[in-house]
């Protein structure tokens, strides 16, 4: 099922998501209702607070429309280990017409379950990184933008808020 996308400021966003401990048939379902709107969305990855459900599940797949799909499911995933600089273009589906470079680590493994409860580690480069970084940061309730200078931050909440009006 294909959920609607939540947007800043809503304030969901800025929550922390509960880790899972037991993969049940909704978190399931939900792992698939993620990846059905991160595809139709399009995007590259989506955390589960940005469909309203704060629960510690991601979903990446970077291969874009026109490859195979290369889904990543991950539950309760963390960081091990991070490395290098990379200054990367990001969007986000929560942080809609808006995009700016934001400072990641280059490289990092991280480690979390799969659907079936088995534990895996990754190890990524390039925008696989950014996109574990920049999905973990929505379960702590970070925003890309949270990670951009004061006054780019700015330029964007005031945009929004002229949007609203």
């Given at each position: 099922?294909?959920?609607?996308?939540?947007?800043?400021?809503?304030?969901?966003?800025?929550?922390?998501?509960?880790?899972?401990?037991?993969?049940?048939?909704?978190?399931?379902?939900?792992?698939?209702?993620?990846?059905?709107?991160?595809?139709?969305?399009?995007?590259?990855?989506?955390?589960?607070?940005?469909?309203?459900?704060?629960?510690?599940?991601?979903?990446?797949?970077?291969?874009?429309?026109?490859?195979?799909?290369?889904?990543?499911?991950?539950?309760?995933?963390?960081?091990?280990?991070?490395?290098?600089?990379?200054?990367?273009?990001?969007?986000?589906?929560?942080?809609?017409?808006?995009?700016?470079n934001v400072k990641?680590?280059?490289?990092?493994?991280a480690k979390g379950?799969?659907?079936?409860?088995?534990?895996?580690?990754?190890?990524?480069?390039g925008l696989l990184?950014?996109?574990?970084?920049?999905?973990?940061?929505?379960?702590?309730?970070?925003?890309?933008?949270?990670?951009?200078?004061?006054?780019?931050?700015?330029?964007?909440?005031?945009?929004?808020?002229?949007?609203?009006?």
């Open positions: 099922m294909i959920h609607s996308i939540i947007t800043f400021p809503d304030p969901i966003l800025k929550q922390k998501s509960a880790p899972v401990h037991i993969i049940t048939d909704e978190v399931i379902q939900l792992a698939r209702d993620m990846a059905e709107t991160m595809y139709d969305a399009p995007g590259v990855g989506l955390a589960a607070p940005q469909i309203g459900v704060l629960k510690r599940v991601i979903v990446i797949d970077i291969a874009g429309k026109n490859e195979l799909p290369e889904l990543i499911t991950v539950i309760n995933p963390v960081i091990l280990n991070a490395e290098g600089e990379v200054y990367e273009e990001e969007g986000c589906l929560s942080v809609p017409d808006y995009s700016a990641r680590y280059a490289k990092v493994t379950l799969t659907i079936d409860g088995k534990e895996q580690v990754w190890h990524a480069d990184a950014v996109a574990f970084q920049h999905e973990i940061d929505h379960l702590e309730g970070i925003l890309f933008i949270d990670r951009l200078s004061p006054l780019k931050r700015e330029l964007y909440i005031k945009k929004i808020k002229k949007r609203a009006v």
